[in-house]
């Protein structure tokens, strides 16, 4: 008799590590060399942590054995809480930061206290798909809320507004954007919060890529525009400061709280259930968040992530056929294809031909919940003159696409 995955599973991917990675990883058993550009890791592209981070880690293993409290180490709570005044939202206490495996385990457990079978969540097309197989896991239905390509990517107030019905718990805002790029502007914030507000919904606000922006564009807790909501705010180590592999994470709760005590409740409950996140990972916290942000060097100016990022945009826009939206913030391009001129019906297809044909792995846009096959997310993680070389074999491999 065979064994069954759990009918929770059903509408739960991730294929930024999907069966287009399994092709690439048999083609590298073959002897291949894969240029992976689907997933943004910053490590393995020569961007390193802060030496000083690594440095307080090491000198605080000796005494990381042991549990710690359920919602993290008082150092790195207090730190994080310090950064919510800078971030201008008010009345954080540190028993309402709770830190976590990376967000994508917090993401998770926020779904799981929530969500009964049937409610739904507003989530952004394109999103992260964890957001989406979070609430799936949770027993819930992501309701996908359109953003505009042609307005910088911002979302679509009117599709939100659609969506909306008696079963809508929740709206997660993504911001800066993976996969588009996008930076939202205070007054988008703003209507967003109105809409959760006329309608009592609870906020999610993933703001992992926070200090990754470009072209003095600034960015907005969207926490700090609204106290009369509740408001939980993701960010974590991954990005700023190129530790995903420590997979520390935090959530700050904000706002309404005394209209949510059950359910935070319940979130406490389920960061006890796992005794504790990582550890030794957590001494990183406080030095990463107080001291010199190197990130600011990469992301302005000359820096090295700002030029891949253009060297991204304008060679993916010099490809007949495609185009692209310049990023404002984050590690990612989100390019579309004219899927007439390539006869284009299957995205995965797409990607796992261009993997075949120029050993480049990317994701294709319908894995991001977009509802066309008529995108793909790229990374402009690798090194200047690298990835001129990847855009340039993309730009070979389209020359001469027809999907058959």
């Given amino acids: 008799m065979e064994i069954l995955k759990s009918n929770k599973l059903a509408n739960v991917f991730y294929d930024i590590r999907g069966p287009v990675l399994d092709a690439a990883k048999r083609m590298e ?20 942590a802060p030496e000083e981070i690594i440095q307080d880690v090491i000198y605080n293993l000796p005494d990381s054995e042991g549990y710690c409290d359920s919602k993290g180490l008082f150092s790195a709570r207090k730190a994080i809480m310090q950064y919510t005044q800078q971030k201008n939202i008010q009345n954080v206490g540190i ?76 709206m997660v805002i993504i911001n800066p954007n993976n996969p588009t790029g996008a930076v939202y502007p205070d007054e988008v914030l703003k209507e967003m919060l109105e809409i959760a507000r006329e309608n009592d919904l609870i906020v999610f606000s993933d703001e992992i890529y926070d200090k990754i922006l470009f072209d003095g564009v600034t960015h907005t807790s969207t926490a700090s525009l609204a106290d009369d909501l509740l408001i939980i705010t993701f960010n974590g180590l991954s990005k700023n400061y190129r530790l995903a592999g420590f997979r520390s994470g935090w959530m700050i709760i904000s706002g309404a709280k005394h209209k949510a005590r059950d359910y935070i409740q319940g979130l406490e409950m389920l960061a006890t259930m796992r005794l504790c996140a990582n550890v030794p990972s957590m001494h990183a916290i406080q030095t990463a968040l107080g001291g010199y942000q190197s990130i600011f060097d990469l992301v302005n100016g000359d820096g090295r992530i700002v030029q891949q990022r253009d060297i991204a945009y304008e060679m993916l826009n010099d490809i007949p056929g495609v185009s692209c ?16 001129k390539f006869n284009i019906r299957n995205d995965e297809r797409m990607v796992l031909d261009l993997l075949e044909q120029q050993k480049i792995l990317l994701v294709h846009g319908t894995a991001f919940n977009w509802p066309d096959p008529d995108h793909f997310r790229v990374v402009f993680l690798p090194r200047p003159e690298d990835l001129t070389a990847a855009m340039q074999r993309m730009k070979q491999f389209f020359e001469g696409y027809h999907q058959l």
């Avoid at 992501?142 to 909306?164: F, G, N, T």
């Avoid at 990612?332 to 004219?338: L, Q, T």
Wanted: aromatic share 8%; proline share 7%; hydrophobic share 35%.
């Fill in 29 to 48: 058993e073959e002897g291949h060399r894969i240029l992976k550009l689907n997933i943004g890791n910053p490590k393995p592209f020569g961007l390193d």
């Fill in 95 to 170: 028993e309402d930061i709770i830190i976590g495996n990376g967000v994508s385990e917090l993401i998770v457990m926020c779904m799981q206290g929530l969500l009964n079978n049937g409610d739904e969540v507003l989530v952004p097309a394109p999103d992260y798909p964890l957001w989406t197989g979070g609430v799936s896991l949770g027993g819930g239905k992501a309701v996908h809320y359109l953003c505009d390509e042609q307005s910088d990517w911002y979302p679509d107030m009117d599709d939100i507004r659609s969506k909306v019905t008696d079963r809508t718990r929740a």
């Fill in 325 to 340: 939206v310049k990023p404002k913030g984050a590690l990612y391009c989100f390019p579309k294809v004219d899927t007439k």
